[in-house]
């Protein structure tokens, strides 16, 4: 049903990326960037404060520019959001973790992989049957998976991006709010959805131990989401005293320079099985 449903999408838009031959309006440097795989993906290791270990990563975007060499995502996703590539590169990104993830099992990776979805993706009317059938055929447990949602992405079509969330959470995919407490409606959106951590954005984690404002927030997001049965993450984690006061207040895991940044997966590879072994 899917396939009929793919075939059927004049737009293309859902159509897997290796296999979209039409071009559709995307910006034609990126458009060839992705065909000739010049993306790649880094991942952040994500620590569980309570087990001191490695308990998955995010993945990110980075593209290896032929001649500019290593690009950020700030540099490209913008556009490719404005033209909808991201659509067709979210598929590819999807599926590079799919193939990724028997590597980082064998390497000893216990927990999830955040993949980060952007509010452009949901106007996809195939996201969830699309990454579903893309879990199949890579054979992919649904418990590896978690999808990184920020505020602006769920703000968009409500009850379409709801069915999406229940549909694909109903398989084993878990969903974090990302960058929290910087958009609006938080509250209402953690009631609806099933989300199940959130990210205090970096933002707030920048001025802990030290700026009464920041800390209060840190410790009210913290206790929120425990009430709320959730799990919290800190990002942005650069110092040894931001990591004592995250601690010290009982979050669950935390991101950041301070153990690694985003790393190619060979070097993400070590660090699990150096992990293991300790
Ligand atoms: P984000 O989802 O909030 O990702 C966290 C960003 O913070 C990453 O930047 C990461 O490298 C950076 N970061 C992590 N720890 C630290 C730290 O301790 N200090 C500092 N200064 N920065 C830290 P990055 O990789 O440049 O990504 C930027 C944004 O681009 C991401 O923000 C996300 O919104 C977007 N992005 C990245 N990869 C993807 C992707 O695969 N798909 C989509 N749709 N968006 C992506
Ligand atoms: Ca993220
Ligand atoms: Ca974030
Ligand atoms: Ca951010």
């Known amino acids: 049903r899917y396939c009929q449903q793919l075939q059927h999408n004049g737009q293309g838009a859902t159509t897997p990326p290796l296999e979209a031959s039409?071009?559709?309006?995307?910006?034609?440097?990126l458009w060839r960037a992705l065909q000739r795989e010049e993306f790649e993906l880094f991942y952040q290791p994500r620590i569980d404060l309570r087990r001191g270990s490695i308990c998955g990563a995010e993945a990110l975007i980075r593209w290896r520019h032929p001649e500019r060499g290593l690009q950020q995502p700030s540099s490209f996703i913008p556009a490719c959001e404005a033209s909808g590539l991201i659509v067709p590169l979210g598929y590819w990104i999807i599926?590079?973790?799919?193939?990724?993830?028997?590597?980082?099992?064998?390497?000893?990776?216990?927990?999830?992989?955040?993949?980060?979805?952007?509010?452009?993706?949901?106007?996809?009317r195939y996201l969830a049957p699309t990454i579903e059938r893309l879990m199949q055929e890579h054979l992919m447990d649904t418990r590896t998976l978690e999808f990184e949602l920020t505020e602006t992405a769920l703000c968009s079509d409500e009850e379409h991006v709801r069915s999406t969330i229940n549909q694909l959470s109903n398989q084993g995919v878990e969903f974090s709010l990302d960058d929290f407490g910087t958009g609006y409606s938080s509250f209402s959106l953690l009631q609806k959805l099933p989300i199940t951590t959130l990210k205090i954005d970096k933002s707030f984690v920048d001025g802990i131990p030290g700026n009464q404002d920041d800390e209060e927030i840190v410790r009210a997001v913290i206790n929120l989401a425990h009430n709320l049965n959730k799990q919290v993450i800190a990002e942005g984690v650069e110092t040894r005293a931001q990591l004592e006061f995250l601690i010290r207040h009982d979050c669950d895991q935390v991101q950041g320079y301070f153990f690694s940044r985003p790393v190619p997966l060979d070097q993400f590879l070590n660090l699990l099985s150096t992990n293991r072994r300790q």
Do not use: C, H, W
């Open 22 to 29: 039409l071009m559709n309006g995307y910006d034609p440097e």
């Open 95 to 124: 599926q590079e973790v799919g193939k990724t993830l028997p590597a980082m099992k064998e390497a000893g990776l216990d927990g999830r992989i955040g993949v980060n979805l952007s509010f452009r993706q949901f106007q996809d």
